[in-house]
């Protein structure tokens, strides 16, 4: 009964780790499109800027 047991507990835990890469992953998509959104949202208001001077 022990080794199921134990099997059981390593399951949990590789289960336990795959939904945190998950979350991990998910995070770090959403962070790098931030980043490329407010790049290019700074390269057209300092276009607009220097257009204006």
Partial sequence: MNIFQTSDKAAKLLANNAKFNVVIAVLSIIFIGIV???????RKVSKLEKNQK
Avoid: A
Wanted: no cysteine; net charge neutral.
């Fill in 36 to 42: 490329i959104y407010l790049v290019k949202l700074d």
